[in-house]
T-cell receptor, first 115, second 113 residues
Framework: NAGVTQTPKFQVLKTGQSMTLQCAQD?????MYWYRQDPGMGLRLIYY???????DKGEVPNGYNVSRLNKREFSLRLESAAPSQTSVYFC??????????????FGPGTRLTVL | KQEVTQIPAALSVPEGENLVLNCSFT??????LQWFRQDPGKGLTSLLL?????REQTSGRLNASLDKSSGRSTLYIAASQPGDSATYLC????????????FGRGTQLTVWP
């Protein structure tokens, strides 16, 4: 079991460029999440997908789009990157049949710098 | 909106000390509270999960307690070791958005030999 994997690990973009962050999990989890982590702040939810075929906005969705490609994969797209999107991005998943007892599993993160 | 606060923001202790990390949250209607560990440049690793109906959970030298009515949780680390050095994050699951976690900013722990 690889758990939750993310690609790429590091990325440098210029303002206005686009890119897609990839996330995959092999635990047959139903729900998946994208968070961003900025210095001095807690992780904040960008988008989530409660199940295959559904996506919803979180706390900070502006400037991002997502796709739940299938049960395993959940991608995050920056259409026109801005310096304010410089951050570390984490993907997470949870089985969600028993939300009260289920822990979230996190990927290793993507460190994105926008110049 | 759920606010999660962690105190202290940083802690530096000699090896062998017992220590307590604090977490408080504003909305007591939670499904569970989780403690995570984050090493520099790495992802988050779940340490303990306390369900809303539980008062505490233990794993090895770690013990986490939950007092929902007062909106507080503590993570107790016994006999600290240099390998415990990391950032510890507290997160609550309100259940309003399935599985969504609200995070505190973390406590950065350094244990020196």
């Amino acid at each position: 079991n690889a758990g939750v994997t993310q690609t790429p690990k590091f990325q440098v973009l210029k303002t206005g460029q686009s890119m897609t962050l990839q996330c995959a999990q092999d635990m047959n989890h139903n729900s998946m999440y994208w968070y961003r982590q900025d210095p001095g702040m807690g992780l904040r939810l960008i988008y989530y997908s409660a199940s295959e075929g559904t996506t919803d906005k979180g706390e900070v969705p502006n400037g991002y789009n997502v796709s739940r490609l299938n049960k395993r994969e959940f991608s995050l797209r920056l259409e026109s990157a801005a310096p304010s999107q410089t951050s570390v991005y984490f993907c997470a998943s949870i089985h969600s049949d028993r939300v009260e007892a289920d822990t979230q599993y996190f990927g290793p993160g993507t460190r994105l710098t926008v110049l | 909106k759920q606010e999660v606060t962690q105190i202290p923001a940083a802690l530096s202790v000699p090896e062998g000390e017992n220590l307590v990390l604090n977490c408080s949250f504003t909305d007591s209607a939670i499904y569970n509270l989780q403690w995570f560990r984050q090493d520099p440049g790495k992802g988050l690793t779940s340490l303990l999960l306390i369900q809303s109906s539980q008062r505490e959970q233990t794993s090895g030298r770690l013990n986490a307690s939950l007092d929902k009515s007062s909106g507080r949780s503590t993570l107790y680390i016994a006999a600290s070791q240099p390998g415990d050095s990391a950032t510890y994050l507290c997160a609550v699951n309100r259940g309003s958005t399935l599985g969504r976690l609200y995070f505190g900013r973390g406590t950065q722990l350094t244990v020196w030999p």
